[in-house]
């Protein structure tokens, strides 16, 4: 029997969720209910979806995203919705929090930091590469994770309307591929 997205999908309902218009201290305390209700289930939660009015799939929030966010110069140097993956010196990034005073407060105001971040303002909104049906085989949603270079795909359902059911996380799909790996007798 070959193995579906749907069979190592987290379901939208077990998954880490926040409205659109809430704040980013709203999304981390949803994060954390996450991680507190189905941290039994082996899911560690690492990101956070965001919903529309409809009650739809509209963004993520990354670990990235949240951490980025409570430093606001960041804005004034690159658009990180547009930059891809890139490697600098750690001169260069040393250079930079000094010339432009980067985290002169790191952590001391983190709190009014956090609830003055609204999610709609730094979320990112998936690009159409990264919707995998839940009918879709495991090689198929391999190939979409590694080309596009992502850590999770969303999963629509397979009656065709788009509706977001879940996600496919790159950790899961790993940890599949190695007990596969695990069970090789050679």
Not at 49 to 76: F, H, M, N, T
Not at 114 to 134: C, G, S
Request: glycine share 8%; aromatic share 8%.
């Amino acid at each position: 029997m070959e193995i579906t997205v749907k069979d190592l999908m987290i379901p939208l309902e077990e998954y880490a969720t926040v409205d659109q218009e809430a704040n980013l201290q709203e999304a981390v305390n949803s994060l954390a209910e996450a991680q507190e209700k189905w941290g039994s289930e082996g899911y560690k939660h690492r990101a956070i979806l965001v919903l529309g009015a409809d009650g739809g799939v509209v963004g993520k929030l990354s670990q990235w995203d949240v951490i980025r966010a409570l430093e606001p110069k960041y804005d004034s140097l690159f658009d990180f919705k547009k930059l891809s993956h890139f490697g600098f010196s750690a001169d260069f990034i040393k250079g930079m929090v000094n010339d432009h005073n980067l985290w002169e407060h790191p952590l001391n105001d983190i709190c009014r930091a956090a609830a003055m971040v609204k999610v709609a303002d730094i979320m990112y909104t998936p690009q159409r590469d990264e919707y995998v049906a839940d009918s879709a085989s495991l090689p198929q949603a391999i190939h979409q994770l590694i080309m596009g270079r992502h850590q999770s795909l969303l999963v629509t359902n397979g009656n065709g309307n788009g509706k977001i059911v879940g996600i496919l996380r790159l950790s899961d799909v790993f940890k599949e591929v190695c007990g596969r790996i695990q069970a090789c007798r050679l």
